[in-house]
T-cell receptor, first 112, second 113 residues
Framework: GIQVEQSPPDLILQEGANSTLRCNFS?????LQWFHQNPWGQLINLFYIPSGTKQNGRLSATTVATERYSLLYISSSQTTDSGVYFCAVEEGNSGGYQKVTFGTGTKLQVIP | NAGVTQTPKFRILKIGQSMTLQCTQDMNHNYMYWYRQDPGMGLKLIYY???????DKGEVPNGYNVSRSTTEDFPLRLELAAPSQTSVYFC????????????FGEGSRLTVL
Protein backbone atom coordinates (compact mmCIF):
# COMPACT_ATOMS: atom_id res chain seq x y z
CA GLY A 1 0.00 0.00 0.00
CA ILE A 2 0.89 3.65 -0.17
CA GLN A 3 3.40 5.01 2.32
CA VAL A 4 2.84 8.43 3.87
CA GLU A 5 5.69 10.06 5.74
CA GLN A 6 5.52 13.31 7.63
CA SER A 7 8.37 15.46 8.82
CA PRO A 8 9.47 16.61 11.23
CA PRO A 9 7.91 14.25 13.78
CA ASP A 10 8.19 16.86 16.52
CA LEU A 11 8.50 20.62 16.41
CA ILE A 12 8.75 23.26 19.13
CA LEU A 13 8.21 26.87 18.13
CA GLN A 14 8.31 30.18 19.89
CA GLU A 15 5.04 32.05 19.52
CA GLY A 16 5.19 34.22 16.40
CA ALA A 17 7.57 31.96 14.48
CA ASN A 18 6.84 30.40 11.09
CA SER A 19 7.08 26.73 10.18
CA THR A 20 6.75 24.30 7.31
CA LEU A 21 5.44 20.76 7.71
CA ARG A 22 6.00 18.21 4.98
CA CYS A 23 4.05 15.17 3.79
CA ASN A 24 5.61 12.76 1.31
CA PHE A 25 3.64 9.94 -0.30
CA SER A 26 4.88 7.00 -2.31
CA UNK A 27 2.26 6.70 -5.06
CA UNK A 28 -0.33 8.68 -7.00
CA UNK A 29 -3.25 9.99 -4.99
CA UNK A 30 -6.77 11.16 -5.74
CA UNK A 31 -6.84 13.61 -2.91
CA LEU A 32 -4.97 14.84 0.12
CA GLN A 33 -6.20 16.45 3.29
CA TRP A 34 -4.49 18.18 6.19
CA PHE A 35 -5.97 17.86 9.67
CA HIS A 36 -5.16 19.43 13.00
CA GLN A 37 -5.77 17.29 16.06
CA ASN A 38 -6.03 19.67 18.96
CA PRO A 39 -4.95 18.79 22.52
CA TRP A 40 -8.53 17.69 23.27
CA GLY A 41 -8.34 15.10 20.50
CA GLN A 42 -10.66 16.73 17.99
CA LEU A 43 -9.75 16.33 14.32
CA ILE A 44 -10.23 19.59 12.47
CA ASN A 45 -10.20 19.87 8.69
CA LEU A 46 -7.60 22.35 7.51
CA PHE A 47 -7.30 21.80 3.79
CA TYR A 48 -8.65 19.53 1.11
CA ILE A 49 -5.90 19.93 -1.46
CA PRO A 50 -5.24 17.25 -4.09
CA SER A 51 -3.11 19.75 -6.01
CA GLY A 52 -2.20 23.41 -6.10
CA THR A 53 -2.10 25.98 -3.30
CA LYS A 54 -4.72 27.13 -0.83
CA GLN A 55 -4.65 29.68 1.94
CA ASN A 56 -6.78 30.16 5.02
CA GLY A 57 -5.66 32.97 7.29
CA ARG A 58 -2.23 32.20 8.72
CA LEU A 59 -2.21 28.72 7.21
CA SER A 60 -1.53 27.72 3.65
CA ALA A 61 -0.89 24.45 1.89
CA THR A 62 0.69 23.38 -1.37
CA THR A 63 0.46 19.96 -2.99
CA VAL A 64 2.71 18.98 -5.89
CA ALA A 65 1.07 15.72 -6.91
CA THR A 66 3.57 14.96 -9.69
CA GLU A 67 6.41 15.06 -7.14
CA ARG A 68 4.35 13.34 -4.44
CA TYR A 69 4.55 15.81 -1.61
CA SER A 70 2.52 18.41 0.19
CA LEU A 71 3.58 21.27 2.45
CA LEU A 72 1.66 22.98 5.23
CA TYR A 73 2.84 26.47 6.17
CA ILE A 74 2.02 28.02 9.51
CA SER A 75 2.87 31.69 9.86
CA SER A 76 2.96 33.78 13.03
CA SER A 77 2.29 30.70 15.13
CA GLN A 78 0.05 30.92 18.19
CA THR A 79 -0.27 28.65 21.21
CA THR A 80 -3.63 27.49 19.86
CA ASP A 81 -1.77 25.97 16.91
CA SER A 82 -0.35 23.32 19.25
CA GLY A 83 -1.37 19.74 18.59
CA VAL A 84 -0.70 17.09 15.97
CA TYR A 85 -0.93 17.74 12.24
CA PHE A 86 -1.87 14.82 10.01
CA CYS A 87 -1.95 14.50 6.28
CA ALA A 88 -4.23 11.86 4.82
CA VAL A 89 -4.15 10.63 1.24
CA GLU A 90 -6.61 8.67 -0.84
CA GLU A 91 -4.87 6.22 -3.14
CA GLY A 92 -5.33 6.73 -6.85
CA ASN A 93 -6.95 3.40 -7.81
CA SER A 94 -9.84 3.29 -10.21
CA GLY A 95 -13.24 2.22 -9.04
CA GLY A 96 -14.41 0.73 -5.76
CA TYR A 97 -13.31 1.81 -2.31
CA GLN A 98 -10.16 3.84 -2.31
CA LYS A 99 -8.26 3.58 0.88
CA VAL A 100 -7.42 6.68 2.90
CA THR A 101 -4.03 6.41 4.57
CA PHE A 102 -2.94 8.73 7.36
CA GLY A 103 0.60 9.83 8.01
CA THR A 104 2.07 9.44 11.48
CA GLY A 105 1.75 13.13 12.19
CA THR A 106 3.86 16.12 13.22
CA LYS A 107 3.50 17.06 16.87
CA LEU A 108 3.74 20.84 17.22
CA GLN A 109 4.17 22.71 20.47
CA VAL A 110 4.03 26.50 20.42
CA ILE A 111 5.42 28.10 23.54
CA PRO A 112 4.64 31.66 24.68
CA ASN B 1 -25.76 21.17 10.40
CA ALA B 2 -24.44 19.23 13.37
CA GLY B 3 -22.01 17.34 11.08
CA VAL B 4 -20.89 13.98 12.46
CA THR B 5 -22.11 13.14 15.95
CA GLN B 6 -20.72 10.30 18.06
CA THR B 7 -21.91 8.91 21.36
CA PRO B 8 -20.79 8.18 23.99
CA LYS B 9 -17.70 10.39 24.35
CA PHE B 10 -16.23 8.24 27.10
CA ARG B 11 -16.86 4.67 28.23
CA ILE B 12 -15.20 2.13 30.47
CA LEU B 13 -15.91 -1.53 29.79
CA LYS B 14 -14.97 -4.71 31.57
CA ILE B 15 -13.33 -7.51 29.60
CA GLY B 16 -15.98 -9.56 27.83
CA GLN B 17 -18.68 -6.88 27.84
CA SER B 18 -20.24 -5.62 24.63
CA MET B 19 -21.29 -2.17 23.55
CA THR B 20 -22.30 -0.07 20.56
CA LEU B 21 -20.75 3.23 19.54
CA GLN B 22 -23.30 5.38 17.79
CA CYS B 23 -22.54 7.62 14.81
CA THR B 24 -24.91 9.80 12.86
CA GLN B 25 -24.36 12.44 10.19
CA ASP B 26 -26.75 15.03 8.78
CA MET B 27 -24.81 15.98 5.63
CA ASN B 28 -26.44 13.34 3.42
CA HIS B 29 -23.04 11.75 2.85
CA ASN B 30 -22.93 8.38 1.14
CA TYR B 31 -19.68 7.21 2.67
CA MET B 32 -19.09 6.56 6.35
CA TYR B 33 -16.07 5.18 8.19
CA TRP B 34 -14.92 4.01 11.59
CA TYR B 35 -11.30 4.57 12.60
CA ARG B 36 -9.38 3.84 15.75
CA GLN B 37 -6.45 5.83 17.05
CA ASP B 38 -4.06 4.30 19.53
CA PRO B 39 -1.89 6.61 21.70
CA GLY B 40 0.73 8.49 19.67
CA MET B 41 -0.35 6.87 16.44
CA GLY B 42 -2.24 7.75 13.29
CA LEU B 43 -5.69 6.46 12.42
CA LYS B 44 -6.47 2.95 11.23
CA LEU B 45 -9.64 2.04 9.36
CA ILE B 46 -11.91 -0.52 11.02
CA TYR B 47 -14.95 -0.62 8.71
CA TYR B 48 -16.47 1.53 6.05
CA UNK B 49 -19.78 1.84 4.20
CA UNK B 50 -20.50 3.19 0.74
CA UNK B 51 -24.25 3.45 1.30
CA UNK B 52 -27.20 2.05 3.20
CA UNK B 53 -27.02 -1.72 3.36
CA UNK B 54 -23.40 -1.92 2.17
CA UNK B 55 -20.44 -2.33 4.51
CA ASP B 56 -16.93 -3.71 4.19
CA LYS B 57 -13.83 -4.37 6.27
CA GLY B 58 -10.93 -1.99 6.64
CA GLU B 59 -7.45 -2.68 8.01
CA VAL B 60 -8.35 -3.78 11.55
CA PRO B 61 -11.90 -5.26 11.60
CA ASN B 62 -11.42 -8.12 14.05
CA GLY B 63 -13.58 -7.83 17.15
CA TYR B 64 -15.98 -5.33 15.60
CA ASN B 65 -19.20 -5.34 13.61
CA VAL B 66 -21.13 -2.63 11.81
CA SER B 67 -24.45 -2.09 10.12
CA ARG B 68 -25.82 0.66 7.89
CA SER B 69 -29.61 0.57 7.77
CA THR B 70 -29.96 4.28 6.92
CA THR B 71 -27.82 6.89 5.17
CA GLU B 72 -27.48 8.82 8.44
CA ASP B 73 -26.45 6.13 10.93
CA PHE B 74 -23.41 3.86 11.13
CA PRO B 75 -23.11 2.15 14.53
CA LEU B 76 -20.00 0.19 15.55
CA ARG B 77 -20.52 -2.87 17.72
CA LEU B 78 -17.81 -4.25 20.00
CA GLU B 79 -18.40 -7.85 20.98
CA LEU B 80 -16.51 -9.42 23.89
CA ALA B 81 -14.37 -6.38 24.66
CA ALA B 82 -10.63 -6.95 25.12
CA PRO B 83 -7.90 -4.65 26.52
CA SER B 84 -6.46 -4.39 22.99
CA GLN B 85 -9.60 -2.46 22.03
CA THR B 86 -8.73 0.37 24.39
CA SER B 87 -8.47 3.27 21.98
CA VAL B 88 -10.11 6.43 20.71
CA TYR B 89 -12.69 5.74 18.03
CA PHE B 90 -13.55 8.22 15.32
CA CYS B 91 -16.47 8.12 12.96
CA UNK B 92 -16.14 10.01 9.67
CA UNK B 93 -18.16 10.65 6.56
CA UNK B 94 -17.62 11.92 3.04
CA UNK B 95 -19.87 12.67 0.09
CA UNK B 96 -17.93 10.51 -2.30
CA UNK B 97 -14.59 8.81 -2.68
CA UNK B 98 -11.99 10.34 -4.92
CA UNK B 99 -13.65 13.73 -4.66
CA UNK B 100 -14.87 13.81 -1.10
CA UNK B 101 -13.51 15.64 1.91
CA UNK B 102 -13.53 13.60 5.14
CA UNK B 103 -15.38 15.02 8.13
CA PHE B 104 -14.80 13.57 11.58
CA GLY B 105 -16.84 13.27 14.73
CA GLU B 106 -15.32 14.31 18.05
CA GLY B 107 -14.25 10.82 19.01
CA SER B 108 -15.20 8.23 21.63
CA ARG B 109 -12.59 7.26 24.21
CA LEU B 110 -13.00 3.62 25.20
CA THR B 111 -11.12 1.89 28.00
CA VAL B 112 -11.36 -1.87 28.53
CA LEU B 113 -10.25 -3.08 31.96
Amino acid sequence: GIQVEQSPPDLILQEGANSTLRCNFSDSVNNLQWFHQNPWGQLINLFYIPSGTKQNGRLSATTVATERYSLLYISSSQTTDSGVYFCAVEEGNSGGYQKVTFGTGTKLQVIP
Amino acid sequence: NAGVTQTPKFRILKIGQSMTLQCTQDMNHNYMYWYRQDPGMGLKLIYYSVGAGITDKGEVPNGYNVSRSTTEDFPLRLELAAPSQTSVYFCASSYDIGTGELFFGEGSRLTVL
